[in-house]
């Protein structure tokens, strides 16, 4: 275990926003674990778990501790006629699992390929894109307990997955330091690239259909329309697609025909946040030194590389305004703001 004081985050945020904080703690190994609970005083003082921060907007200085978990194995540990199982640490990073999966003949991730953040946070969000979600190949999750300091595992039914939402946003949320991801992947795969990009890009192109373009699609794909983080301070989506009854979904097709919409479930309509905030003009929008991104409505950006939590998350608040007065809906975010 590593511990730093008085540490910078700017390079542990994807925003690349400039913040302190007062401790900085890396995980090398499990049994690091045990001497965290003698560090912390995980009833009382301020802590929070980070990944590669990129689901995170720092709005101020951290006075506490943010603690990092760096563990990253992966290990097949159980492959038959039906299934693949996969183990993963939760400090892998994501991609390099997708590339792991598909190098080793395991198929199911591709379309979730090129996301940003580690094993552990794909669990906690239930991560999502191109027509699939985490929680349709998660077998089991293994975490510490830092109240009652003991490791835990606990079933993929038991997570509560739903929309970019999972138990450890909930009820483990601050207790739970997921050290495991276990996934299980049936090797009869049904391919899909029943989403409108993908069916764009292969029908343009004439390409084969098998995990391997798919991957290859969903990165060209992402590279088109998201900006690098590298390049650009983001988080990827800033906000959920929000989720509305039919009732609402109705009214807002008779007023908007070209409405971009998914039926989600009986009665329930998820509707395309990008497009409403493109519609309501504000694709390109500046904020002081942040924007909304000029090909993707849905990402909030770091555009001159000096603007602070707190413009970003005025920006927001401006869009989120904007949004609610065109269409009556409330734009929630994605990003968790500390």
Same mark, same amino acid.
């Given at each position: 275990?590593?511990?730093?004081?008085?540490?910078?985050?700017?390079?542990?945020?994807?925003?690349?926003?400039?913040?302190?904080?007062?401790?900085? $703690?890396?995980?090398?190994?499990?049994? +690091? =674990?045990?001497?965290?609970?003698?560090?912390?005083?995980?009833? !009382? @003082?301020?802590? %929070?778990?980070?990944?590669?921060?990129?689901?995170?907007?720092?709005?101020?200085?951290?006075?506490?501790?943010?603690?990092?978990?760096?563990?990253?194995?992966?290990?097949?540990?159980?492959?038959?006629?039906?299934?693949?199982?996969?183990?993963?640490?939760?400090?892998?990073?994501?991609?390099?699992?997708?590339?792991?999966?598909?190098?080793?003949?395991?198929?199911?991730?591709?379309?979730?390929?090129?996301?940003?953040?580690?094993?552990?946070?794909?669990?906690?969000?239930?991560?999502?894109?191109?027509?699939?979600?985490?929680?349709?190949? $998660?077998?089991?999750?293994?975490?510490? +307990? =830092?109240?009652?300091?003991?490791?835990?595992?606990?079933?993929? !039914? @038991?997570?509560? %997955?739903?929309?970019?939402?999972?138990?450890?946003?909930?009820?483990?949320?601050?207790?739970?330091?997921?050290?495991?991801?276990?996934?299980?992947?049936?090797?009869?795969?049904?391919?899909?690239?029943?989403?409108?990009?993908?069916?764009?890009?292969?029908?343009?192109?004439?390409?084969?259909?098998?995990?391997?373009?798919?991957?290859?699609?969903?990165?060209?794909?992402?590279?088109?329309?998201?900006?690098?983080?590298?390049?650009?301070?983001?988080?990827?989506?800033?906000?959920?697609?929000?989720?509305?009854?039919?009732?609402?979904?109705?009214?807002?097709?008779?007023?908007?025909? +070209? =409405?971009?919409?998914?039926?989600?479930?009986?009665?329930?309509?998820?509707?395309?946040?990008?497009?409403?905030?493109?519609?309501?003009?504000?694709?390109?929008?500046?904020?002081?030194?942040?924007?909304?991104?000029?090909?993707?409505?849905?990402?909030?950006?770091?555009?001159?590389?000096?603007?602070?939590?707190?413009?970003?998350?005025?920006?927001?608040?401006?869009?989120?305004?904007?949004?609610?007065?065109?269409?009556?809906?409330?734009?929630?975010?994605?990003?968790?703001?500390?």
């Amino acid at each position: 275990m590593k511990i730093f004081k008085n540490f910078s985050l700017q390079e542990h945020n994807t925003f690349g926003i400039q913040v302190i904080t007062d401790y900085y $703690i890396q995980i090398e190994d499990r049994g +690091d =674990l045990n001497l965290l609970t003698e560090q912390i005083d995980f009833s !009382n @003082d301020k802590y %929070f778990i980070l990944g590669v921060g990129s689901n995170i907007l720092f709005t101020n200085n951290f006075n506490g501790y943010i603690i990092q978990n760096r563990c990253s194995e992966i290990k097949v540990t159980e492959q038959n006629n039906v299934y693949s199982i996969i183990r993963a640490d939760a400090g892998c990073i994501w991609d390099n699992f997708v590339e792991f999966c598909l190098n080793t003949g395991v198929y199911g991730a591709e379309n979730l390929s090129g996301i940003p953040g580690t094993v552990g946070a794909s669990a906690v969000q239930n991560i999502g894109a191109y027509g699939r979600e985490v929680s349709e190949f $998660i077998y089991k999750v293994e975490f510490f +307990d =830092l109240i009652e300091k003991q490791f835990k595992t606990i079933s993929a !039914n @038991d997570c509560k %997955f739903t929309y970019r939402n999972s138990i450890f946003k909930n009820e483990l949320k601050d207790r739970a330091l997921i050290t495991s991801v276990t996934y299980r992947f049936p090797k009869k795969n049904e391919l899909k690239i029943n989403y409108a990009d993908l069916e764009i890009y292969f029908s343009t192109n004439k390409i084969e259909i098998n995990p391997i373009s798919i991957r290859n699609a969903v990165l060209l794909v992402r590279n088109s329309k998201l900006p690098d983080y590298k390049i650009t301070g983001n988080a990827g989506s800033f906000f959920k697609n929000p989720i509305v009854d039919s009732i609402k979904f109705k009214h807002l097709l008779s007023i908007f025909p +070209d =409405l971009k919409y998914f039926p989600v479930e009986e009665n329930k309509y998820k509707i395309a946040a990008g497009w409403m905030i493109d519609k309501c003009g504000l694709k390109g929008f500046v904020y002081e030194n942040a924007a909304v991104h000029e090909k993707q409505a849905l990402v909030l950006i770091n555009k001159t590389g000096k603007a602070t939590g707190r413009e970003i998350l005025e920006l927001s608040e401006i869009v989120k305004a904007k949004v609610f007065n065109t269409f009556e809906v409330t734009l929630e975010s994605e990003v968790i703001i500390l």
